[in-house]
């Protein structure tokens, strides 16, 4: 999937995060974390921010996250959603959740 | 799926803020209603369904019985709305503005499309609907019987009030018919009623006296849109230990009577007759699910 253009998803409020993804033409994914949890979670939220690009098969794509303590499911959400309005697509509810 | 039987409390939680989905786990609430309509802004509506989707699908709260409120029957949000909703298996779906059993029957047959293809159990998912017009009041009876799914019916008292061009007053007068209207359809229907919303979240008083009218007609439960609400609400719902020991002495005056073969009885120096067993039976009833251990006969 191609991202047409740039897009925000979240918010700075605690326990949220929020994600800047931009196009990145043929540069692969870039990604910037800013985190008060990073030294201890930075892995796993750059493994759930791949996961969900490689979801949606994104394969070049620069993205700015700025967490506030978000759980690993309001990171998936806000990916998804930040996706989604970068795509200008919606999102197939029908394709099978891999997530576990 | 945890879920508990109580329906006292249904707690409104905006489904935009992680923070606020995280902490509504924590309050004491019997339901979690997280909303896709009211809550959320227009341009945010795809945010909030990932956000809800994600929340309920991977850190559901324990011991909640979890319902979504999506957006309205007409709104171009519907069909998303519900693709996201069922997949992620809440409780209940919660409908705003039902106005016609008709529109349930089409909000069924769409959830059960979505579960046959999502491959999860068809019936599964129970529907709350939402009557917040003279039109949908004076079609509660059919609403409430609508479909299987439909497991209780609330009135929302701001919109349905604006829908008669009367005025909203703390009194509630103004909802009175409706309220009655709404409650005997469930009753006639056997599913659980729900009052209004109190929505001044800083009037502990007035919402203490429109939880009297609440109980005193006859509600099962209330919707909460602040969880400073939630405990008041919970008590008014929750018998106490003089009702369920009066409760007790005339189920127990009624099993000696049959023993007995007098037929009639009294507590008190009053008769007991049927209304007071059905409501002694009630009252047992809700505290038993309330949690509740209530003992044997009282002597």
Known sequence: MELIKSAIAGTMESSDVRIILEPNHGGGIEIHLESVAKATFGDAIEATVRQVLAEFDVKDACITLNDRGALDCTIRARMQCAVCRAAETKYDWGKVDFHV | ?299
């Open chain 2, 1 to 299: 799926m945890s879920k508990t039987e109580l329906m006292r409390t249904s707690l409104y939680v905006g489904g935009t803020s992680p923070a606020r989905m995280i902490q509504s786990g924590f309050y004491h609430a019997d339901c979690l209603v997280y909303d896709l309509e009211d809550a959320v802004s227009t341009g945010e509506k795809d945010a909030a369904r990932f956000l809800v989707y994600n929340a309920i699908k991977y850190q559901r709260p324990k011991d909640k019985y979890i319902l979504i409120r999506i957006n309205g029957i007409y709104s171009s949000e519907l069909d998303e709305d519900l693709e996201a909703a069922v997949r992620a298996q809440p409780d209940a779906i919660r409908i705003p503005k039902v106005e016609y059993a008709e529109e349930v029957a089409r909000i069924d047959e769409k959830i059960t499309v979505i579960e046959k293809e999502a491959g999860l159990p068809v019936g599964g998912i129970q529907i709350w609907c939402n009557i917040e017009s003279y039109q949908g009041a004076l079609n509660a009876r059919d609403i409430a019987k609508a479909s299987p799914r439909v497991v209780a019916m609330a009135l929302g008292a701001e919109d349905f009030t604006a829908s008669m061009a009367a005025q909203r007053t703390k009194s509630g007068w103004e909802i009175f018919y409706a309220r009655n209207l709404v409650l005997m359809a469930c009753r006639e229907a056997g599913i659980s009623a729900q009052d209004a919303v109190f929505s001044d979240i800083k009037d502990m008083d007035g919402l203490q006296r429109d939880l009297e009218m609440t109980r005193a007609l006859g509600f099962d439960g209330k919707t909460c849109v602040h969880p400073s609400q939630i405990d008041a609400v919970n008590a008014c719902f929750t018998p106490t230990e003089k009702e369920i020991l009066n409760a007790q002495r005339v189920l127990d005056a009624l099993r000696q009577a049959g023993m007995n073969h007098t037929g009639v009885c009294t507590v008190d120096g009053g008769m007991v007759d049927k209304p007071m067993e059905i409501r002694a039976r009630t009252v047992l009833a809700k505290a038993k699910a309330a949690g509740i251990e209530v003992g044997g006969i009282v002597q």
